[in-house]
Antibody, heavy 123, light 107 residues
Framework: EVQVLESGGGLEQPGGSLRLSCTAS????????MTWVRQAPGKGLEWVAG????????YYADSVKGRFTISRDNSKNTVFLQMNNLRVEDTAVYYC????????????????WGQGTLVTVSS | DIQMTQSPSSLSASVGDRIIITCRAS??????LNWYRQKPGKAPELLIY???TLQHGVPSRFSGSGSGTDFTLTISSLRPEDFATYFC?????????FGGGTRVEIK
């Protein structure tokens, strides 16, 4: 059974940092891209970042480029999202999801999602 | 960036109704289009990928069609668990983008 579990959310002040973790099981972790998607309160879905199975390729939304860093440790089946210089508009539930083999031109969707972790940025 | 526009933004329907949700891309995306259902307070669930392929375990009342810029999601007979919000998503190019969502409410 595939499982995806996020952790690391919480309350942080503007300009601060948080590191989200996502641990997955039930599939060959290094074979698949992983991604972070966020959802602000009462709003739609926003793709944030993605990383290839090997970790060699990373991709970001313009809204977080230069502030957020996605990485993975395939020995621990874990993907991370380092969030620096947080802004009020980063407040959202952050979901980790299993992707297809690649991020771009992916012939598959995000088929397994975690339950989400809430990040609140406020002074 | 590719903009994804869904319509309608919301609709009211009854159990057993057939509904169609549309999604339009601002440029051609071939069949790199996925559909998700999100129930309140839950993570999204993948329903359809590559425009028309049913994800494993998803009931056959869901179907998708389209290519290029215009796509549809059809639910042939609404069940109580289908009253939720639906999102389309393109995986043709970075940044990946979602439509704004279609909320399906009980009439």
């Amino acid at each position: 059974e595939v499982q995806v579990l996020e952790s690391g959310g919480g309350l942080e002040q503007p300009g601060g940092s948080l590191r989200l973790s996502c641990t997955a099981s039930g599939f060959t972790f290094s074979d698949y891209a992983m991604t972070w998607v966020r959802q602000a309160p009462g709003k739609g879905l926003e793709w944030v970042a993605g990383i290839s199975g090997s970790g060699d390729s990373t991709y970001y939304a313009d809204s977080v480029k230069g502030r957020f860093t996605i990485s993975r440790d395939n020995s621990k089946n874990t993907v991370f999202l380092q969030m620096n210089n947080l802004r009020v508009e980063d407040t959202a539930v952050y979901y980790c999801a299993k992707g297809w083999v690649v991020i771009e031109r992916a012939l598959g969707g995000f088929d397994y999602w975690g339950q989400g972790t809430l990040v609140t940025v406020s002074s | 960036d590719i903009q994804m526009t869904q319509s309608p933004s919301s609709l009211s329907a009854s159990v057993g109704d057939r509904i169609i949700i549309t999604c339009r891309a601002s440029q051609t995306i071939s069949v790199y289009l996925n559909w998700y259902r999100q129930k309140p307070g839950k993570a999204p669930e993948l329903l359809i990928y590559t425009a028309s392929t049913l994800q494993h375990g998803v009931p056959s009342r869901f179907s998708g069609s389209g290519s290029g810029t215009d796509f549809t999601l059809t639910i042939s007979s609404l069940r109580p668990e289908d009253f939720a919000t639906y999102f389309c998503q393109q995986t043709y190019s970075i940044p990946l983008t979602f439509g704004g969502g279609t909320r399906v409410e009980i009439k």
